[in-house]
């Protein structure tokens, strides 16, 4: 296992472009590559935001996945592919999405997002994420030459006990790619991602949307890297650009060691207490 290696967290400003997207996102592996980045990760929806969609991708075999595994084989390098909507093979509705390449470009791992954002407005209008988007079923975790990592798609972040479980099962670094609105991202982004990194004793690696999408929507930005202290590490400034952060999974381990609430907790207590709200 690496114990100490560079992260490359690219910000972008996503639009109704898919090729300019996608140039733009191998620019950028180009350039975090060039930076010495083991791994590179994207935010959610990287290929394409517009008011018109586009089709939902087949995975393995569409070609944002295949464009990436590309990169991956050329710099020998991981890539986080944030997140693209796929095709589901057994419903009208599509998967969010994230896929993780290893330097030779092979699918490592498949993480479709688990939380729908179905909320309903002071003024009685909904908003249904789940209308468009199949939920998924599986959390997923992988060991890699790069620790153990976890994986979570932009609203996720607000469920702490999946966290808590991947956590509990050896994850070192947690992926959370967003797209967050500003509204809530003012407020909410930071708080709950160094939350989440405190209370877990590991890293978060937090790759956003920024700027305007659709004629109105506002993202957030302020992509990140919260260590396993809290500590924001690195941070995406207001542009399209690449973040560079270290992770040392030796830290990890000296923090995990200094403040060992992961060995501390009742989970005897929390288990009949979870059985009894269920």
């Known amino acids: 296992m690496i114990r100490k290696y560079r992260i490359g967290v690219i910000q972008m400003d ?35 935001i517009g008011s018109e969609p586009r089709e939902p991708e087949k995975i393995p075999g569409g070609p944002t996945i295949s464009r990436m595994a590309e990169k991956a084989r050329k710099h020998g390098i991981w890539i986080h592919c944030g997140s693209i909507s796929e095709k589901n093979p057994d419903g009208e509705k599509n998967f969010n999405t994230t896929v993780l390449l290893d330097p030779y470009g092979r699918e490592v791992v498949r993480y479709r997002k688990l939380h729908m954002f179905d909320i309903t407005l002071p003024d009685g209008s909904e908003v249904r994420e789940s209308n468009r988007t199949q939920a998924g079923t599986d959390i997923v975790m992988a060991d890699t030459e790069l620790g153990r990592l976890g994986f979570s798609i932009c609203y996720d972040i607000r469920f702490p006990e999946l966290y808590r479980y991947m956590a509990m099962n050896g994850c070192q670094v947690i992926f959370t790619p967003a797209n967050f609105q500003m509204q809530t991202g003012k407020d909410h982004w930071e708080v709950i991602l160094r939350t989440r990194a405190v209370e877990n004793t590991c890293y978060i690696v937090a790759p956003g949307q920024y700027g305007k999408k659709r004629g109105k929507s506002l993202s957030f930005g302020s992509s990140m890297v919260v260590d396993p202290w809290g500590t924001v590490i690195a941070r995406a400034q207001e542009s399209a650009c690449v973040v560079m952060a270290e992770i040392d999974l030796d830290y990890l381990d000296q923090v995990r060691r200094e403040l060992p609430c992961l060995k501390n907790r009742r989970g005897d207590i929390y288990d009949v207490v979870r059985k009894e709200l269920c």
Do not use: L, S
Not at 22 to 48: H, Q, W
């Open 14 to 48: 996503t639009r109704d472009n898919y090729e300019e997207n996608m140039e733009a996102a191998c620019r950028y592996i180009d350039e975090a590559a060039a930076k010495g980045a083991r791994i590179v990760a994207f935010p959610e929806v990287f290929n394409y």
